[in-house]
Nanobody
Framework: EVQLVESGGGLVQPGGSLRLSCAIS????????IGWVRQAPGKEREGVSY????????YHRSSVKGRFTISSDNAKNTVYLQMSSLKPEDTGVYYC??????????????????WGQGTQVTVSS
């Protein structure tokens, strides 16, 4: 019933920007956390950015701080990941995921209740 649908991925040159979107539907809870989790080829999944849409609190991993911005439009039930100054090492499949736990727990554990299908981000010349 809960659906998360990512969009916005694609091919971009180093230094470029992309905005990813995550459309959320079917979730009836009042408190939740959205995480953006990426998986580079041959690598384990890595949580990169998190948001608590109810209060707007956000957190980013150090490797993307200053380059990525996460935000939510609660009226549209959509979470965004604005990625700037992209590097080749940012390449990977980016997943939007939802947890009913609070942000600090999600950021520590990277465990989620629902996942989107992923969207490919490729940073290459």
């Amino acid at each position: 019933e809960v659906q998360l649908v990512e969009s916005g991925g694609g091919l971009v040159q180093p230094g470029g920007s992309l905005r990813l979107s995550c459309a959320i539907s079917g979730f009836t809870g009042d408190d939740y956390t959205i995480g953006w989790v990426r998986q580079a080829p041959g690598k384990e999944r890595e949580g990169v950015s998190y948001i608590s849409p109810m209060d707007g609190v956000t957190y980013h991993r150090s490797s993307v701080k200053g380059r990525f911005t996460i935000s939510s439009d609660n009226a549209k039930n959509t979470v965004y990941l604005q990625m700037s100054s992209l590097k080749p090492e940012d390449t990977g499949v980016y997943y939007c995921a939802l947890s009913d736990a609070r942000l600090e727990i999600v950021a520590a554990m990277d465990e989620y209740d629902y996942w989107g299908q992923g969207t490919q981000v490729t940073v290459s010349s």
